[in-house]
């Protein structure tokens, strides 16, 4: 079996990229030309995969990836992820995270019909919640351009799959986290920021709003309902979540706490972390995903955010060591 992930030097896609080679596929990883790409997430298999260049917006490139690989499944999870940058960059979000995929799932309509596609669906694309918890069915109201270029998103792959009968599904995930997150997002930042002052290299860390509330997982808990869902007999829409929801204030404490730290005499709230328009309260329903994917989390947020502290820990030691 072959895969096509798009976004593979990000965290989902290095995750679903050590999964599937679990799984025993020849990996394909796409990537932009660019004298800047990390590589670091996937060091530890650049010898297990193939990474090809294209550019999600150009559309040549999609055919052509599409026509030489060939691949049996594509799972898209490229995209101007980290919500705040949207607001800096909204064209070139919509270009990447919205446009982007009607040119993959075009590239696939002219190629080959029969290569199941997944989409990364966002829970930003509740954004001002219709009703708690959020379901399949929950009406979107985005509160940032990503959350607008998500729902397009979301719904080009689903005209795909009734216009042309491409086996397409979305998976509308709720926050994921691990250690390879970036340090941009607020659990990394909440987990490295603690680490640094438990080490001594910081004496506090700036915070926006603490009362926002998200529903938490483990990315590499969630990569796996990726793939679930491109083995069933038929494409569909799924809710992957905890199914519980925390603070950004109950983050910090479980960080600080695991490190014997009092947040309160280090944190410090700066309204330049504030979002102009903030969502308030996320908070998923898997119940769907739970019954025809067999699908439940396996790490609960305690362990996600301890998980995290020690990858922080030993990171910033080796870093220390190292100069």
């Known amino acids: 079996m072959r895969a096509l992930i798009t976004g593979i030097t990000g965290q989902d896609g290095s995750y679903l990229a050590d999964f599937l080679l679990e799984k025993g596929y020849e990996v394909f990883g796409m990537v932009r030309r660019s004298s800047t790409e990390n590589f670091e997430r996937i060091n530890h298999i650049r010898d297990k995969v193939t990474l090809v260049q294209a ?26 992820s980290f919500v705040p940058t949207s607001w800096d960059q ?72 009734e216009s042309y009968d ?10 994921h986290e691990s250690p390879r997150r970036g340090l941009e997002f607020v659990t990394r930042k909440v987990t ?54 925390r603070s950004v204030r109950h983050l910090v404490e479980t960080a600080f706490g695991y490190l014997d730290l009092d947040w309160e005499q280090y944190v410090r709230i700066d309204p330049r972390f504030v979002r102009p328009a903030e969502v308030d309260l996320l908070l998923g329903n898997s119940a769907k995903a739970h019954q025809e994917l067999g699908w439940h989390p396996q790490t609960s947020f305690e362990e996600l955010v301890k998980l995290m502290v020690d990858a922080d820990i030993a990171l910033l030691k080796r870093q220390y060591r190292n100069g």
Not at 141 to 146: E, L, V
Not at 218 to 237: C, F, G, I, T
Request: with cysteine.
């Open 55 to 80: 550019d999600l917006m150009d559309q040549v490139s999609m055919i052509k990836i599409i026509d030489e690989i060939r691949p049996a499944e594509v799972y898209n999870l490229a995209a101007m």
């Open 90 to 161: 909204p064209v070139l979000t919509g270009e990447v995270t919205a446009l982007g995929v009607t040119r993959m799932l075009e590239a696939i309509k002219v190629v080959d019909r029969k290569v199941k596609f997944y989409q990364a669906s966002s829970s930003e694309m509740f954004g001002k919640v219709a009703e708690v918890p959020q379901t399949e069915r929950t009406p979107f109201y985005p509160r940032s351009p990503y959350g607008v270029a998500k729902v397009y998103g979301h719904w080009i792959t689903v005209n795909y799959r």
């Open 166 to 175: 491409i086996f397409a599904c979305s998976g509308i995930l709720f926050n």
């Open 192 to 245: 490295n920021g603690a680490a640094k002052i438990k080490l001594g290299l910081a004496s506090e860390l700036r915070m926006g709003n603490l009362d926002s509330q998200r529903d938490w997982g483990y990315a590499k808990d969630y990569v796996e309902a990726m793939w679930l869902m491109l083995q069933q007999e038929r494409s569909d829409s799924y809710v992957i979540s905890s199914e519980k929801t």
